[in-house]
């Protein structure tokens, strides 16, 4: 069949960050343009670049030299399951002239013959798009319609974990709640609970737990639904309004990430995808919520109470003995340290009682 162009994918993966290449490469017609889209956990990109005449002659030649059409339909080998935490994983799409594609892997061959291929077209794709060839960049902001809508193929969730960090202005007041959902792949049904939790400089407590759920199944209906690990490359656009609330004596970080286990597509087995702290104010605020009280839902069956190490007067003023007189709150020059919330609340969304911040360490929940 006529060779109309190819798509190149290119992954590599870090313990700090991921980074996907997704290269449209035309061989019909007499004006060839690369379109590179480049998606980053923190910033993505769309750059243009000229291809001669040579270079998509030479990507020709490696798809003969490789006999590369022959290998569709072929079985194909499982990853090499990845130990350490930095990897790269490539496949590539044949557009065909009728319309019709087809997906290589690189691993329809021998080992040793995937693994030449796959290096001799990732070294092309980076000589092509050079920054001798470039027309045009510019960085992208997908929503969450655009990441409903991008194809990126995962195996099974196997781990839910959610980050929630407060911080205020007085001394040692920031607040660390991270709560871990794992699964037991020698025990049918059943998770690893985990809650941690740190107050200023304070040690850390934790607290594991394992109990009978069926969590992973909700939370595995919710990504499909969703399209969840693409939702990981969400940016706010920062030429539009931001609709965050300004808090000036407070703030709140609060993030949910996703492991999927890739042992048979990548050969990680432990994918994080990542929904930070502007997916609620995107449009995700109902999945956010979803996925949140699926987890504590989680955390209360395991019998999970673990209390937030309590910071007393003498740790927030930096070791200052506290007076017989709680009413001069250590002046400071002409200015005093301003004393902590005295009415305790509620959180409504995951029950906790006692609380004096304005959001909720355990869960994220602002205070109404």
């Known amino acids: 069949m006529d060779i109309s162009g190819i798509v190149f994918h290119f992954r590599a993966i870090s313990s700090f960050d991921d980074?996907?290449?997704?290269?449209?490469?035309?061989?019909?017609?007499?004006?060839?343009?690369?379109?590179?889209t480049e998606l980053g956990s923190f910033d993505s990109t769309v750059k243009k670049f000229k291809l001669s005449q040579e270079n998509v002659d030479q990507f020709k030649?490696?798809?003969?030299?490789?006999?590369i059409p022959e290998w569709i339909g072929k079985p194909i080998a499982p990853p090499e399951v990845i130990n350490g935490s930095n990897a790269s994983v490539c496949s590539l799409t044949l557009r065909f002239a009728d319309g019709t594609s087809a997906e290589i892997t690189f691993r329809e061959?021998?080992?040793?013959?995937?693994?030449?291929?796959a290096k001799a077209f990732r070294k092309l794709f980076f000589a092509s798009a050079n920054d001798e060839c470039l027309i045009s960049e510019e960085n992208i902001y997908p929503t969450i319609k655009d990441c409903r809508e991008m194809k990126e193929t995962h195996g099974p969730v196997v781990a839910v974990e959610t980050h929630g960090f407060s911080m205020g202005m007085m001394y040692g007041s920031n607040q660390t709640t991270i709560r871990t959902?794992?699964?037991?792949?020698e025990k049918e049904g059943m998770v690893l609970v985990t809650v941690r939790k740190q107050a200023g400089d304070k040690p850390e407590v934790s607290e594991s737990r394992e109990c009978a759920s069926d969590?992973?199944?909700k939370i595995q209906a919710i990504s499909e639904k969703e399209n969840l690990p693409c939702w990981h490359y969400v940016r706010r656009d920062p030429s539009k309004p931001d609709n965050r609330p300004v808090v000036m004596d407070y703030s709140s970080n609060y993030s949910i990430s996703l492991y999927y286990d890739d042992s048979l597509i990548t050969g990680h087995p432990k994918t994080k995808r990542t929904l930070d702290d502007n997916i609620s104010y995107l449009g995700g605020a109902e999945v956010v919520n979803a996925l949140r009280e699926l987890v504590t839902g989680c955390v209360e069956t395991a019998g999970i109470s673990l209390e937030m190490p309590q910071m007393t007067l003498f740790d927030q003023a930096r070791g200052m003995p506290v007076t017989a007189d709680p009413k001069p709150l250590f002046p400071i020059g002409s200015m005093t340290m301003a004393a902590a919330p005295s009415t305790a609340w509620t959180c409504k969304?995951?029950?906790?009682t006692g609380l004096s911040s304005k959001f909720c360490p355990e869960c994220g929940n602002t205070r109404e």
């Open 349 to 352: 969304n995951c029950g906790k």
């Open 181 to 185: 959902i794992e699964k037991i792949p």
């Open 61 to 67: 030649k490696l798809i003969d030299e490789y006999n």
């Open 19 to 36: 980074h996907t290449f997704i290269a449209d490469i035309p061989f019909a017609g007499d004006d060839h343009i690369l379109l590179r």
């Open 215 to 217: 969590v992973f199944e």
């Open 109 to 117: 061959t021998d080992k040793e013959t995937g693994e030449e291929a």
